[in-house]
């Protein structure tokens, strides 16, 4: 599995935008139809290096079209062309509004080479973008379309959502804290969870990256009025207790990151430990905040976390691990 999808979900690199012909009707809450990615430019880069892609030929890409808390949501699907039910991946999106959004090329080099280890893989806009109605809030009501993705996605037939995984970068790794914390208010079964340079403290994150700062000042309600209350709520470290004791979280995270300062993980791996937690934390030297020197290692585990924890339902064995990585 390639994971140049690291760069695009940081940079916006995909130029496909995606098209959404589809329509729910009345009483639907999940609408999908296939995505012809050989018409898209992204076909460009897959004809160049077809060798990297050739996990394509035994998946199927769609857009996704669902209801969240009454609104059209916008968003991507891979699943597998064999026949069956498979357990679902949540893959949360880093950036914010367009930027980072989900195009035809997050799907061919981010949700379908997992879709082809057999896993249904969908991935939101989030409210307010490409398409989407309503407003994002960086982590507010916004989590709700996380939740309500996994939630009508059973409409898809090969979805088993009684077994699910959350997968995110950066701003998506807070999303997928946000949502573990309440899986049970919510009704949703989560067996692992993958963050690569995911967000734990945005007020620290703030501090080494300003331009965040910026991006909460626009979209969050509220937050100019009481910032450290926003803080707080988007913030795990802050709130580490809560996390549930079953559900095995894997952290990677690359001490050079310059969007989402490492400083933030040791303490939140304290926190882990003291709440005993179930983690296991990869720090990685010399590398970027997509950890795209190390990108083979980072799909070993990827594939092992989510093959152990979700397809598996392994339990979590032995202490919680902190490991470095040259």
């Known amino acids: 599995m390639k994971l140049s999808f690291i760069l695009a979900t940081l940079f916006g ?8 012909s589809i329509e729910l009707t009345e009483g639907q809450t999940f609408a999908f139809e296939p995505i012809d990615y050989t018409k898209t430019p992204v076909y460009k880069q897959i004809k160049k290096h077809p060798e990297h892609y050739t996990y394509l030929d035994n998946v199927t890409i769609y857009r996704v079209l669902y209801l969240s808390d009454g609104l059209k949501i916008t968003g991507l699907m891979a699943a597998p062309k064999s026949e069956g039910k498979f357990p679902v991946v949540l893959y949360n999106r880093g950036g914010n509004r367009e930027y980072g959004s989900l195009l035809v090329g997050a799907a061919t080099d981010i949700l379908a080479p997992v879709a082809a280890e057999g896993y249904i893989v969908l991935a939101t806009n989030y409210r307010g973008n490409s398409g989407s109605e309503g407003q994002e809030e960086f982590g507010g009501s916004d989590v709700m379309d996380v939740v309500n993705l996994a939630k009508t996605c059973s409409v898809f037939s090969k979805a088993d959502n ?39 403290n945005l007020e620290k994150t703030i501090e080494y990256h300003p331009e965040i700062g910026t991006v909460c000042e626009e979209i969050i309600p509220n937050y100019n009025t009481n910032k450290f209350a926003e803080h707080q709520k988007r913030s795990a470290i802050f709130w580490a207790n809560e996390l549930p004791d079953s559900c095995p979280i894997l952290i990677l995270h690359s001490y050079d990151d310059a969007a989402v300062t490492y400083l933030q993980i040791p303490s939140f791996a304290d926190s882990l430990d003291k709440y005993n937690k179930p983690y296991q934390l990869i720090s990685y030297k010399d590398d970027n905040h997509g950890i795209m020197k190390h990108k083979s290692h980072v ?26 990585v040259d």
């Open 13 to 20: 690199i995909f130029c496909a935008a995606s098209v959404y």
């Open 162 to 200: 009684s077994k699910i995984g959350l997968f995110g970068v950066s701003r998506g790794g807070m999303m997928n804290y946000l949502v573990l914390r309440k899986m049970n208010e919510y009704g949703l079964n989560i067996k692992c969870v993958i963050n690569i340079g995911g967000i734990v």
């Open 299 to 324: 799909q070993q585990q990827l594939h092992s976390w989510l093959s152990t924890y979700l397809k598996s339902e392994e339990k979590f064995a032995g202490e919680s691990m902190r490991v470095v």
